[in-house]
T-cell receptor, first 114, second 111 residues
Framework: ETGVTQTPRHLVMGMTNKKSLKCEQHLGHNAMYWYKQSAKKPLELMFV???????ENNSVPSRFSPECPNSSHLFLHLHTLQPEDSALYLC?????????????FGPGTRLTVL | QKEVEQNSGPLSVPEGAIASLNCTYS??????FFWYRQYSGKSPELIMF????GDKEDGRFTAQLNKASQYVSLLIRDSQPSDSATYLC???????????FGKGTMLLVSP
């Protein structure tokens, strides 16, 4: 595997379910990100981790819970979601934080909440 | 509120023409600027980044930055149907590590 991988690629869940999204980066990067992409809206940054420490949390509802056990893996735990949470969830990684660090995206998880 | 504005399009150009994609940003202290290409149903892919005023060329792509006007553009020369995608402008703001994205401009290149 190369680059940034995400599983599952598609997920359908009910509002009472609990599920987790997984992201893994094979680039040796130290920073990882979760973004939400909804139709007709810009990419929205949700969480940023650097060296497994959360450095930014953009007022995301508590029904989204991130976890970064090491610099290669990032999870997004989901519970009691709402239909408006249906979107493409993208993971990204970069070498570090700061000006020269480009972000590389995974293929995304298409989430549908019924 | 830091904003990045793009015309949503679609921008339609014939094959072989120059496509010009534009982006404006609100934070005057922004430091670096990125262009991502996103095919339908796929994730964004980095095409170019630019930090300094002026032009930066990479193959058929040229990024142009004018910090005084808070304006960044992407030119695609000799456009191909395979260039048809949504192009996202992203700005790294002063003092922050994160990117603010525009909504993207859809480009359609007709054969």
């Amino acid at each position: 595997e190369t680059g940034v991988t995400q599983t599952p690629r598609h997920l359908v869940m009910g509002m009472t379910n609990k599920k987790s999204l997984k992201c893994e980066q094979h680039l040796g990067h130290n920073a990882m990100y979760w973004y939400k992409q909804s139709a007709k809206k810009p990419l929205e940054l949700m969480f940023v981790y650097s060296l497994e420490e959360r450095v930014e949390n953009n007022s995301v509802p508590s029904r989204f819970s991130p976890e970064c056990p090491n610099s290669s893996h990032l999870f997004l735990h989901l519970h009691t979601l709402q239909p408006e949470d249906s979107a493409l969830y993208l993971c990204a990684s970069s070498q570090g934080l700061g000006m020269g660090n480009e972000q590389f995206f995974g293929p995304g998880t298409r989430l549908t909440v019924l | 509120q830091k904003e990045v504005e793009q015309n949503s399009g679609p921008l339609s150009v014939p094959e072989g023409a120059i496509a010009s994609l534009n982006c404006t940003y609100s934070d005057r202290g922004s430091q670096s600027f990125f262009w991502y290409r996103q095919y339908s149903g796929k994730s964004p892919e980095l095409i170019m980044f630019i930090y300094s005023n002026g032009d930066k060329e990479d193959g058929r792509f040229t990024a142009q930055l004018n910090k005084a006007s808070q304006y960044v553009s992407l030119l695609i020369r000799d456009s191909q149907p395979s260039d048809s995608a949504t192009y996202l402008c992203a700005v790294r703001n002063s003092g922050y590590s994160t990117l603010t994205f525009g909504k993207g401009t859809m480009l359609l290149v007709s054969p």
